[in-house]
């Protein structure tokens, strides 16, 4: 399965360079120099949406090409790390994100952004132990919810404050990012719950990791872009592990039909 894993990995992440580019291109050519707002209904805006939605909707049906089949059931199969370098990676992401949730409290004046900003601390090192977390029993189950409340809460407060500008297009991408972030963390929390569905996990993985990108080119604080690419690779490195991992449920059947047929001798 390593070249499914690739293929898809690949291929999120092409469309994370592409809104990348287009949000850049976006931003420099939107506002108008003389008032500062945006130019309605600009091409390049239509361009841009068009672009988001065609990008989940490719990732949805490649994700309807993998080998389902195989999907491992156990969690402990699931989110087996074959190589040593996936656990770097992690480790990697979850000190980018960890050190942008630090900035953030540092930062705010907002009493509640720096609350959410510190519980986004706490939650850092779950991105880098998530593999991990369905051998850590109901540990694990409580460490797994944290990103969901962290995203939740962030979303919730992001909103608050946010919807006073009326220029949607200054924080919508933003917004639009962290709802993707908790819909990823949301879906890896499935698997160690025994919730586990592959293919919308993996989907939602694919969306957090190319959305995480794309934001990196908006007028946000050095803390909320870290927090951002730390959660996009966490979140693509762990897209990739999970498609890797179909091998293990293919492992896992052959075994089963092994023992079956045991019984059936007997």
């Known amino acids: 399965m390593q070249k499914e894993a690739w293929t898809y990995g690949i291929a999120a992440t092409v469309l994370g360079a592409l809104g990348v580019l ?21 091409p390049i805006s239509v361009v841009f949406v068009v672009f988001l939605i065609l ?6 049906w490649l994700s309807g090409r993998l080998s389902w089949e195989n999907a491992p059931q156990e969690p402990e199969d699931a989110l087996a790390q074959p190589f040593r370098v996936v656990s770097v990676l992690l480790a990697a992401a979850s000190f980018a994100a960890g050190a942008g949730a630090a900035y953030m409290f540092l930062t705010e004046t907002n009493l509640l952004l720096r609350v959410a900003a510190l519980l986004g601390l706490f939650c850092a090192p779950v991105l880098a132990l998530t593999p991990s977390l369905p051998r850590w029993g109901g540990f694990g189950t409580l460490l797994a919810v944290l990103p969901v409340l962290f995203f939740s809460f962030w979303l919730v407060l992001f909103y608050r404050e946010s919807a006073v500008d009326p220029i949607v297009w200054e924080y919508g991408v933003q917004m639009l990012s962290i709802a993707g972030c908790l819909f990823a963390a949301y879906r890896l929390c499935g698997y160690v719950y025994y919730r586990i569905k592959a293919r919308v996990a993996v989907f939602a993985c694919a969306l957090g990791m190319v959305l995480c990108m794309t934001v990196l080119m908006d007028d946000a604080s050095l803390g909320a872009r870290a927090l951002f690419a730390g959660w996009g690779v966490g979140l693509g490195t762990l897209c990739w592990l999970l498609v890797y991992n179909f091998s293990a449920g293919e492992k896992s059947s052959d075994k089963t039909n092994e023992k079956s047929a045991e019984k059936h001798k007997n």
Do not use: C, D, H, M
């Not at 287009?22 to 600009?42: D, H, M, S, V």
């Not at 990008?55 to 949805?60: D, E, N, P, T, V």
């Open 55 to 60: 990008a989940a909707a490719g990732l949805w």
């Open 22 to 42: 287009l949000r850049w291109l976006q931003r420099q050519i939107i506002f108008e120099e003389e008032t500062g707002l945006p130019i309605k209904n600009a």
